[in-house]
């Protein structure tokens, strides 16, 4: 997975052979194939990879008994300090979306955005359970996609931006804006 995720940030998925891979590894191309069925499910299991170690980072730290607010700041702190230092591993990831016909890729990639997103669900839901705030699932769902959207603006955006200009407070007032828009929810 290493020796791939090393050749995907340099190469396209399209252009990533097994042999590669395999020589990078430092095993036979023959010993891939008895660990996975093919190019599409190493790629796969990258996917997963980013998923599970971005999603550990991002919500380290958020908890049910921290405020709204705290948890967004956390959540502000995580997403700086660990995904935007990140960038070769979000090229990977959008270099997967030119991939997105391949049904195994498709439904990682849906896996991915659907444990971002529960996430963050269940960071709203906190303060509905705690009577908070009194908000519809539906509005939640909403809530939750409009934040990841935004995040994911910003990873593209510091991406492509030579600059690299020092947006962390700017990420920490868009978040304060959402729990200043749940305000109006509150009991």
């Known amino acids: 997975i290493e020796a791939a995720t090393e050749i995907l940030e340099k190469k396209n998925y399209q252009n990533m052979k097994t042999a590669e891979i395999a020589k990078k590894a430092g095993v036979a191309e023959g010993t891939l194939y008895r660990y996975f069925k093919n190019k599409e499910n190493i790629f796969s299991e990258v996917l997963r990879e980013y998923m599970s170690t971005e999603l550990d ?73 705690k009577r908070q705030i009194e908000i519809s699932y539906h509005e939640l769902e909403l809530l939750a996609l409009s934040v990841w959207g935004i995040a994911e603006v910003i990873i593209k955006k510091h991406i492509v931006d030579s600059k690299k200009k020092d947006s962390k407070k700017d990420i920490k007032k868009l978040l304060l804006v959402y729990a200043g828009l749940l305000e109006k929810y509150r009991k």
Do not use: P
């Not at 990140?86 to 959008?94: R, V």
């Open 57 to 129: 980072k991002v919500f380290n730290g958020t908890s049910e008994e921290k405020s709204l607010v705290e948890n967004l700041e956390i959540l502000g702190d995580n997403f700086y300090n660990e995904v935007l230092e990140d960038e070769k591993t979000h090229k990977i990831l959008y270099k997967a979306f030119s991939e997105i016909e391949v049904i195994e890729i498709k439904n990682i990639l849906r896996e991915i955005l659907d444990c971002k997103l529960d996430k963050l669900e269940e960071i709203f839901k906190w303060e509905v359970e």
